[in-house]
């Protein structure tokens, strides 16, 4: 076991390996592609959904259902399904990894806006705010934690997801692990599933601080 860590250390020190097309450093480019832009469709998909059914309590039901059902799909049968489906294209992957992402961000951004106190949305509209502001202005602000949390634990998902891009044939930091396991190098395997896990680790983190950040400067109100 020393023996295969002290190679896997040796592995990712390597200069060699972090050049060229099949480097670290390219692989991981692409990885960081794949993951941001699936997060940020899956974003732009489910906090207009998550928002709508949190602020008018309609089709909750439908649209939890829905997104768990999402939850429960296949991702690599959902890629094989699309990557036949559309020929050779990112598109499978990005389709898998956005319906992946969907469901975490659509339900922790209606459990935040469900969270928000009855009696704070009355007061808001008892101040003559409208149904646009007591969203933007006071719904959304409270509910923004749990959004907060939505978007990392799609990231998280969608970060050690993206592995799946290789089996495809395309690239990202799974080339690593599948090409080791066809070439039976366990070291290459190890050093694609610990730069995986580094990667989430440093996003996780770097939203955790940005959310910190947020509420940490988020002007008192005046009573």
Known sequence: ??????DLGA????????????GIGHRLTEHLQYSLLATLVAAVIALPIGLLIGHTGRGAFVAINLASFGRALPTVGLVVLV????????????VALVALAVPAIVTNTYAGMSAVD?????????QGMRGHQVLFQVELPLA????MTGLR????????TATIAAYVSFGGLGRYVFDGLAQRDLVQVLGGAVLVALVAVVL???L???????????PAKSA
Not at 11 to 22: I, K, R, Y
Not at 208 to 218: K, N, T, V, Y
């Open 153 to 160: 634990l799609a990231l998280i998902q969608v970060v050690a």
């Open 83 to 94: 990557f036949l489906a559309s020929g050779l294209s990112m598109w499978p992957v990005y």
């Open 11 to 22: 592995w990712l020190v390597d200069g060699d390996q972090w050049a060229g097309q099949d």
């Open 144 to 147: 923004l934690p749990l959004v």
């Open 204 to 206: 996780d983190l770097a």
């Open 118 to 126: 009855p009696e704070v949305r009355d007061a808001a509209r008892g």
């Open 208 to 218: 955790s601080g940005l959310q910190r950040a947020l509420f940490r400067h988020r």
């Open 1 to 6: 076991m020393f023996e295969l860590f002290k």
